[in-house]
């Protein structure tokens, strides 16, 4: 009873300061956005470069100076348009790949969790089996033997491999939100499968497909780059992958040639982690157990508690001691106040 | 007989010869200093005393202490462990491998890739009639590793074994020979008579490694003549060297104290063991190398003048751009069945558009020198069969505006796409293989893309593993791609000449071919390449040559990419010194065939 009172409390003395802080942005989420914004700026930015990915403007790993910035790649391009163009086609394609397993993941779950029975058991043994089997396995022998490589046609090889933990993980929770009331609403009000799939699952678990996808857009950035690094890239494109493939066969580390290989890894590492950070700060926004307050925020929020549990304390404490010595409510009492300072205490800032 | 290593060691005076234009750059510099052929040896040297064969940049190392002083530690050439020393299975390990060096097994005759003669080897010399057959005559007191006696069985007996296994790669001898006899120590051998293919025959005699009658008997009736499948962890051969260990990390050869060559070579190695360590990667070997702690190599280095350029006394037998003499030409194969690449003006199209320079400067590191359009490598071995003016008169270079123009004469045009068509026939997209990881060819196609793409060919690359391109090329199923033929050897440039362009035995698209992939057919080439293979004299052989070289340019059923050395040759001289350069060319920079001579010729500083 006293919990309830007190996390009412709680909620009625944290005032929302404006629409953006209901969401509870953290800092987090901006650095994350930040740097996915910059990766994507310099990815346009190759447009109005002067120069062309397939433009030589130098020999063999020229070093930086001379009005490169960072040198030429071992085919005397320059290094910087080479990394532009290369995280744009990085981008695309793991955008186009996260969305076709984002798109089965999502489509085989919803199934297999909301209809139940023998097609789930099918669908989820399947999906265990492709689980099973190692994806960049799968992947390098699809590539291999694609008579040729384009980067629409990577794209889909990565993501018709990467989509089974999506699919196992939507399933979970369309099964759950199968067995609430407004299913069998919708249900006796006549709706087909496909409209209830739609309109009265998808929307409880569309936040976790959205993670879902941001995480398997920067899998596909990561798989497109060892795929291209083993030689089984997007032909006549450049890639990060790709580049760094070259930076490996020219033996780049070992003539000490770092601008062919260090920018690339940089962008590619900055680029996933954006990714994973955007995706683990979405990951408070929609799930409120794992929302964090500003510290400001939290130290009036637990300020407050503390005065309202020491006015709740003192109006406990004239009627216990107006009353006979009922020693029993006092543990009990001192209990319930003190655990939202407790909780407090024990939070991580 | 023992002229052919007669010693040079006089010092140059800087005007060297140089049969290689210097391209201008990043390279002037290595050039200048490299100017210098002789140097006074580093700090352990004999003072006052010129060196010869050291680093391009002058300097030589002071020498390795204690046992390694005397080894000569080699790598390249082995990548796994050591499983097989049986030269005839499939991949045996070094040095038993075919034609690799002649530390261990050596060959009758030995080619130098330089000067293209071919020096004396287990058989001390030989002598061709006409086309019809060849004599040889054998070195006095041959051993085995075990002691016996090396007789002319073992070489007719190594030979035979082509016949009891047609599977052994030996076996093609006996296209190319009707029959081989001995007496005494003359071995007589009748050239077949309608292939008349002389320089075919002597490439096996200056390839094949000679094994011992006794041991290869044993293994015929043990294998139930499956040569191929005998496995063995010795290697007895008559080379200077015999097989002492070999393991996961590395194959020791210790010296042979009763080598027969002794008295013909003046003297035994002059190193107690060749030591050849396993390497995972090229990366790992190139880092020992520049460190010294490996002599001698054959590895990919991309822009070896850095090394020098920071003071390691590294070495290549030229001096200048390319450093290495040219060996090999990957070719360009276009298929003459593929609409559009039938016509032979789109082809000279084609081999006008491709920007060489840029290959050569940075697929190959500037390891290639000018390509010329000739099936001819104008250099070294077969320089003196080139017939140097017509080639740059009638030929092509890098010129795309001139690409285009025969595009437009031959009646194409280009469409709303940018992409040329006649007739509704467009000129692509077509897509260009070669092995994935064959490094060097898989840029150089990526330049001959774009090259292709900017004049208004549709064309990308595309690199499946070896065998699929392999079966790919073979059975004619692709459009263009990068492939070998024969590299600088007794037979060619005539074998380069029969690979890109014979028309005998034309097999059908789907089946195997083992020449002319790009099934080009014409009614004269065969005439010609009978008249070339059964030329009487030099003179005439070359007019057959050119007559052929003539033919390839106005047909252009391929073009050469780039060239690339027979083997790379990339030495240290931080423990021994008096490494074959060109100033000091008394050996050609290989380590098959000839190759063996520098390893009687070192010196060790210090010393």
């Known amino acids: ?349 | 007989m023992t002229a052919q290593h007669s010693h040079r060691f006089s010092i140059s005076d800087g005007t060297t010869r140089r049969r290689f234009l210097a391209t201008t750059g990043t390279l002037g510099g290595a050039a200048a200093l490299a100017a210098c052929g002789g140097a006074t040896g580093g700090g352990g040297g004999d003072e006052g005393e010129e060196l010869v064969g050291v680093g391009n940049n002058g300097e030589a190392g002071t020498g390795r202490s204690g046992d390694a002083a005397d080894q000569l530690f080699i790598a390249g050439f082995q990548w796994s462990p050591p499983t097989n020393f049986n030269t005839f299975a499939g991949a045996p390990a070094w040095p038993a491998s075919s034609n690799v060096a002649q530390y261990v097994y050596e060959t009758l005759l030995r080619f130098d890739i330089v000067s293209g003669e071919l020096l004396p080897g287990l058989a001390a010399s030989y002598e061709v009639d006409g086309n019809e057959s060849i004599s040889l005559t054998l070195q006095d007191g041959i051993t085995w590793h075990d002691g016996s006696e090396f007789t002319a069985d073992d070489a007719l007996y190594t030979f035979e074994l082509g016949k009891i296994d047609p599977g052994l790669g030996v076996a093609s001898f006996w296209t190319e020979v009707d029959e081989m006899t001995a007496d005494g120590k003359t071995i007589s051998i009748a050239v077949n008579s309608e292939r008349k293919n002389v320089g075919a025959v002597l490439a096996q005699l200056a390839q094949q490694f000679i094994v011992p009658k006794a041991v290869f008997e044993k293994v015929v009736e043990e294998t139930d003549k499956n040569v191929a499948s005998w496995e063995t962890d010795e290697a007895i051969g008559t080379g200077p060297f015999t097989l002492e260990l070999a393991d996961q990390t590395q194959i020791i050869l210790a010296r042979n104290e009763d080598y027969w060559g002794a008295d013909f070579y003046g003297g035994l190695p002059k190193m107690s063991k060749i030591i050849h360590p396993i390497f995972k990667s090229n990366e790992d070997g190139n880092i020992k190398f520049q460190s010294g702690a490996l002599d001698v190599m054959q590895q990919f280095v991309p822009q070896i003048w850095k090394m020098w350029e920071s003071g390691k006394p590294v070495g290549t037998y030229l001096q200048e751009e390319p450093y290495f003499v040219p060996g090999s030409v990957p070719m360009f194969l276009m298929n003459a069945t593929t609409p559009g690449l039938d016509d032979p003006k789109v082809r000279k199209a084609l081999a006008y558009a491709v920007d060489y320079a840029s290959i050569a400067e940075t697929a190959m590191s500037g390891y290639s020198s000018q390509v010329l359009a000739s099936l001819i490598i104008p250099d070294g071995a077969e320089d003196q069969w080139l017939d140097r003016d017509k080639a740059t008169a009638d030929g092509w270079a890098y010129d795309a505006e001139k690409a285009e123009s025969l595009l437009q004469e031959a009646g194409y045009a280009k469409g709303d796409d940018g992409i040329y068509a006649k007739d509704g026939q467009k000129l692509g997209p077509w897509t260009m293989i070669t092995p994935q990881g064959w490094t060097d060819w898989n840029a150089a196609l990526k330049i001959v893309s774009k090259n292709f793409q900017d004049i208004g060919v549709d064309a990308s690359t595309n690199f499946p593993q070896q065998a699929q391109v392999t079966t790919a090329i073979q059975n004619g199923d692709f459009a263009m791609a990068c492939w070998y033929v024969a590299g600088t050897n007794p037979a060619t440039p005539w074998q380069r000449f029969s690979d890109v362009m014979s028309n005998v035995d034309m097999v059908e698209l789907g089946q195997t071919a083992y020449r002319n992939y790009g099934r080009w057919e014409n009614g004269e080439v065969n005439d010609l390449l009978e008249a070339a293979a059964a030329a009487p004299d030099d003179d005439s052989k070359k007019e057959a040559l050119t007559a052929l070289d003539t033919l390839y340019r106005a047909e252009v059923p391929a073009f050469p990419l780039m060239y690339r050395p027979d083997e790379f040759f990339e030495f240290n001289a931080s423990n021994w010194t008096n490494w074959p350069t060109e100033d000091n060319d008394y050996a050609p920079p290989m380590f098959r065939g000839a190759g063996n001579t520098w390893i009687f010729e070192l010196k060790k500083i210090g010393e």
Not at chain 1, 77 to 100: C, E, N, P, Q, Y
Not at chain 1, 192 to 219: E, H, N
Not at chain 1, 324 to 344: F, I, K, L, V
Request: hydrophobic residues 50%.
């Open chain 1, 1 to 349: 009873m006293s919990t309830v009172n007190s996390s009412m409390a709680e909620e009625t003395a944290a005032p929302r300061a404006n629409t953006l802080r209901s969401f509870n942005f953290s800092a987090r989420f901006w650095v994350s956005l930040v740097i996915v914004a910059c990766v994507i700026l310099m990815s346009l930015a190759g447009f109005i470069y002067p120069t062309g990915p397939a433009e030589k403007v130098g020999s063999l790993y020229d070093p930086p100076g001379n009005g490169l910035l960072m040198g030429t790649d071992n085919f005397g391009h320059d290094v910087i348009a080479v990394l532009m163009a290369g995280t744009r086609t990085s981008l695309i394609i793991g955008l186009v790949a996260g969305i076709v397993a984002t798109t089965i993941g999502v489509g085989v779950g919803l199934l297999a969790g909301y209809v139940g029975g023998w097609f789930e058991e099918l669908l989820m043994g399947v999906t265990n089996v492709v689980l099973a089997i190692p994806a960049i396995v799968v992947l390098i022998l699809i590539s291999m033997s694609l008579p040729s490589s384009t980067i629409w046609s990577l794209a889909i090889v990565i993501g018709i491999t990467s989509w089974p933990w999506t699919a196992r993980a939507v399933r979970a929770q369309a099964s759950s939100v199968a067995t609430r009331e407004h299913i069998d609403v919708a249900r006796l009000s006549g709706v087909r499968l496909p409209g209830i799939l739609v309109k009265d699952v998808l929307p409880y678990i569309l936040s976790y497909a959205v993670m879902a996808f941001v995480l398997q857009v920067a899998g596909a950035i990561l798989a497109e780059a060892a795929l291209s690094m083993l030689g089984l890239g997007p032909s006549g494109v450049n890639s990060l992958g790709t580049q760094l493939h070259w930076a490996l066969a020219f033996q780049a580390v070992a003539s000490g040639a770092w601008w062919a290989f260090l920018p690339p890894t940089l962008v590619l590492t900055l680029v996933s982690f954006g990714f994973l950070l955007l995706q683990a700060s979405l990951d408070e926004v929609f799930n409120p157990r794992l929302r964090r307050g500003k510290r400001k925020q939290m130290k009036q929020a637990a300020a407050r508690r503390e005065e309202e549990a020491r006015l709740l304390a003192e109006q406990a404490a004239d009627p216990a001691a107006r009353a006979d010595p009922g020693a029993p409510a006092d543990p009990a009492a001192s209990g319930t106040h003190q655990h939202p300072e407790r909780s407090e205490a024990g939070d991580p800032v």
